[in-house]
């Protein structure tokens, strides 16, 4: 079990000026922040990120909407993870997320759900790596 995990707040987030509170959030629930930047992705980047979702009804929407403005990506580290930053987010879709978790509150629909987290160790690896460079985490 890995102690470092990745989020993004995603655009929809962002644009409602929620990435304060979520942040806020993330820190209360007793993580450590090793690395956070504001970026805009391409809709290439966007495509290379979920490269696993390739060829999927939802992936074309899905890229458009990663790619349609501002988000906040983070390396998170707490004791495993990886779980402790998916039960924060809640389910992918809002309809089904739980009480108190960020999908519940923040998020309005599956596509346009507020957040992402890694779903292994293995993939945060890689999630990490896309995104920041080693410079960037501290
Ligand atoms: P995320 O955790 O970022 O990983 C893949 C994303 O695809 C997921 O969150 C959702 O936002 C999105 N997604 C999954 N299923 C659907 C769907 N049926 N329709 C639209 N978007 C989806």
């Not at 806020?24 to 979920?50: C, M, N, P, S, V």
């Not at 346009?112 to 160790?121: R, Y």
Request: net charge negative.
């Amino acid at each position: 079990m890995s102690n470092l995990t990745f989020g993004i707040i995603k655009p929809d987030a962002v644009k409602a000026g929620n990435h304060g509170k979520i942040i806020d959030r993330i820190l209360a629930a007793g993580f450590k922040i090793r690395g956070l930047k504001l970026i805009h992705q391409t809709r290439e980047e966007a495509e290379g990120f979920y490269a696993v979702h390739a060829g999927k009804g939802f992936f074309d929407e899905l890229v458009d909407f990663m790619s349609s403005g501002p988000c906040v990506v983070l390396a998170l580290e707490k004791d495993g993870a990886v779980k402790a930053w998916r039960d924060l987010m809640g389910a992918t879709n809002p309809a089904e997320a739980a009480e108190g978790t960020l999908r519940k509150e923040f998020a309005s629909s599956i596509g346009e759900n507020a957040v992402h987290g890694s779903d292994s160790d293995e993939n945060a690896a890689i999630e990490v790596a896309y995104f920041f460079s080693k410079l960037e985490l501290v």
